[in-house]
């Protein structure tokens, strides 16, 4: 499965075998012409903005002590104890998830813990899941998707992208949802408050549908499209970059047994629909199969995802 490309290694220093390994970024061929190099801006904009928010008088009520310490993109977490919330918007959908001691940390901020000594282990496991609980959860899940929203919203609005219903607030309530894909985009927000014991960290993601992070890609356009032209003529990239594209017309399943019955003059049926475009044996486009000049030519390309 092709990395994300924004995953890089975490620390420099010698592998396995011995040889040095430094931190490098790692790119997928399907992303290639697409500004996710930009996805780190986005992801500073949005945190200044939910920064903001959490520290205001709103946000203080529902987020306490807890302050936002970092967010980034990165792969959908591999935990299956996580209980994800989606909420649909005029840009697509989000799906969040919090960490089951961040959220009962939020309610012992703000209601207190009851039959409990002062230094008494909590483990969240050993704990049910209250109607309380499950309330703050929606309701942070609905605040955590309009800010989100809002700043797509404001990117595809810098490139003049006229969205119906961009600007319109998220008024349906957050359902179940299954967790996104190991292959999908995903916001890892950390907090941090500080306790008793000192500083302790929590996290919670938010998950982009397709179309969702389709519209944040869009709204970078105009930054990627001005970081080519000042880059123009001091870079050698900019001149062009030269990719090797596979087209393949039709393909045929068969049994092994048909394949050594076959012989000089055996027709097989197969029918021409759209071609896919392959970039390093990654499906990157679908395209069209036409004739120019009796030749046969792909047009009309879309995104295979």
């Given at each position: 499965?092709?990395?994300?490309?924004?995953?890089?290694?975490?620390?420099?220093?010698?592998?396995?075998?011995?040889?040095?390994?430094?931190?490098?970024?790692?790119?997928?061929?399907?992303?290639?012409?697409?500004?996710?190099?930009?996805?780190?801006?986005?992801?500073?904009?949005?945190?200044?903005?939910?920064?903001?928010?959490?520290?205001?008088?709103?946000?203080?009520?529902?987020?306490?002590?807890?302050?936002?310490?970092?967010?980034?993109?990165?792969?959908?977490?591999?935990?299956?104890?996580?209980r994800w919330l989606a909420l649909a918007g005029p840009l697509g959908t989000a799906a969040v998830a919090f960490e089951r001691s961040?959220?009962?940390?939020?309610?012992?901020?703000?209601?207190?813990?009851?039959?409990?000594?002062?230094?008494?282990?909590?483990?969240?496991?050993?704990?049910?899941?209250?109607?309380?609980?499950?309330?703050?959860?929606?309701?942070?899940?609905?605040?955590?998707?309009?800010?989100?929203?809002?700043?797509?919203?404001?990117?595809?609005?810098?490139?003049?992208?006229?969205?119906?219903?961009?600007?319109?607030?998220?008024?349906?309530?957050?359902?179940?949802?299954?967790?996104?894909?190991?292959?999908?985009?995903?916001?890892?927000?950390?907090?941090?408050?500080?306790?008793?014991?000192?500083?302790?960290?929590?996290?919670?993601?938010?998950?982009?549908?397709?179309?969702?992070?389709?519209?944040?890609?869009?709204?970078?356009?105009?930054?990627?499209?001005?970081?080519?032209?000042?880059?123009?003529?001091?870079?050698?990239?900019?001149?062009?970059?030269?990719v090797k594209l596979e087209g393949r017309l039709v393909s045929k399943e068969v049994t092994l047994g048909?394949?050594?019955?076959?012989?000089?003059?055996?027709?097989?049926?197969?029918?021409?629909?759209?071609?896919?475009?392959?970039?390093?044996?990654?499906?990157?486009?679908?395209?069209?199969?036409?004739?120019?000049?009796?030749?046969?030519?792909?047009?009309?390309?879309?995104?295979?995802?």
């Amino acid at each position: 499965m092709p990395m994300n490309p924004l995953d890089r290694s975490r620390k420099d220093g010698a592998d396995r075998s011995g040889k040095y390994q430094g931190s490098y970024q790692v790119l997928d061929p399907s992303l290639l012409g697409r500004p996710v190099h930009l996805l780190p801006k986005f992801a500073r904009r949005f945190a200044d903005a939910l920064g903001t928010a959490m520290s205001g008088p709103g946000g203080r009520r529902y987020w306490g002590a807890y302050r936002l310490a970092n967010l980034a993109f990165e792969r959908a977490p591999d935990d299956e104890s996580l209980r994800w919330l989606a909420l649909a918007g005029p840009l697509g959908t989000a799906a969040v998830a919090f960490e089951r001691s961040l959220l009962l940390g939020l309610l012992e901020g703000r209601y207190g813990r009851k039959n409990k000594g002062p230094g008494a282990p909590r483990d969240p496991a050993l704990e049910r899941v209250t109607a309380t609980e499950e309330r703050l959860a929606a309701t942070l899940t609905v605040q955590l998707a309009e800010c989100l929203h809002a700043r797509v919203a404001e990117g595809l609005a810098a490139v003049g992208v006229e969205v119906p219903g961009a600007d319109a607030a998220v008024v349906e309530a957050p359902g179940p949802a299954s967790a996104p894909g190991k292959a999908g985009w995903v916001i890892r927000i950390t907090l941090s408050a500080l306790g008793a014991e000192g500083e302790q960290q929590s996290q919670c993601w938010i998950g982009l549908d397709q179309e969702l992070m389709a519209h944040v890609l869009q709204g970078l356009k105009e930054e990627r499209n001005s970081v080519r032209t000042a880059r123009a003529g001091n870079d050698s990239l900019s001149s062009g970059l030269f990719v090797k594209l596979e087209g393949r017309l039709v393909s045929k399943e068969v049994t092994l047994g048909a394949l050594f019955e076959m012989k000089v003059g055996d027709v097989i049926p197969v029918s021409v629909g759209r071609a896919d475009v392959l970039l390093d044996e990654s499906r990157l486009f679908t395209a069209a199969v036409g004739e120019h000049k009796g030749k046969l030519c792909l047009t009309s390309f879309e995104d295979a995802e």
